[in-house]
């Protein structure tokens, strides 16, 4: 089973490229910075030696990068089981105070990085008629919070992207999954004066991302929404 999983050095990436390694699967990992990913390819294959692990340094935002990327590891791994779009970037304010080209880079990376990814894998999963592709969307995918602007506005986007592709996927075999996680311990909270117990630890959104992929062919666990006991922040 081969799996590719993009920002895959830090917080949800990171642990779902290990918990999926843990399962037995080979994973293709992805980061805009070249030593962090050499250091993550090598703290994976110290626990799990047998594992193939790719590492491509990839910047989403660009369009051309995005469908060189899959192109490459089409050449590589024509068979590819499972695409998660995780890669991506959090620019907080609001929509009338935010600087000028937020919104314009977080489309970039948040949106049409998976939108042409997504689009090179695909009809490669469509002619074997098998495939799953997991888009990380956000609890601001479902509701605005003060701050969100440009951020949820994109948000929203990645899981109409999401909701769409799961109906145009059906009649090919493909599964879709929306997860929708509440604040988590990654880098974007990296400095936040919060007890260790308010946000989730990344793992246990790995957790719940990993279980979804055991199912037959005949389920699909369409969204999957987890927020901290405590609730939102």
Sequence with gaps: MKAVITGSTKGIGRAVAFA??????DVALTSRHAKELAQTRADLLDLYPDRSCLVH????GRKTDAIAYGRTL?????????????AGIFLPGAV?????GALEAMTAVNLF??????????PAMIARRSGHIINMCSVASRIAYPNGG?????KFALLGFSKSL?????????????????????ASWAGAD?????????????????????????????EIVIRPQLGDL
């Design 20 to 25: 999926l390694a843990k399962e037995g699967w």
């Design 57 to 60: 340094t990839v910047d989403f």
């Design 74 to 86: 089409l050449g590589t791994w024509p068979d590819i089981d499972l695409l998660v779009n995780n």
């Design 96 to 100: 009338h105070e935010e600087p000028d």
């Design 113 to 122: 990085g998976p939108y042409h990814l997504t689009r090179t894998l695909l």
């Design 150 to 154: 440009a951020y949820t506005i994109v």
């Design 166 to 186: 799961r109906e145009e996927m059906k009649p090919h075999g493909i599964k879709v999954t929306s997860v929708m996680p509440g604040a988590t311990w990654s």
């Design 194 to 222: 919060f007890p260790a117990e308010r946000l989730m630890p990344p793992e246990d959104v790995a957790e719940a991302i990993v279980s979804a992929t055991r199912l037959g062919p005949s389920s699909v666990v369409e």
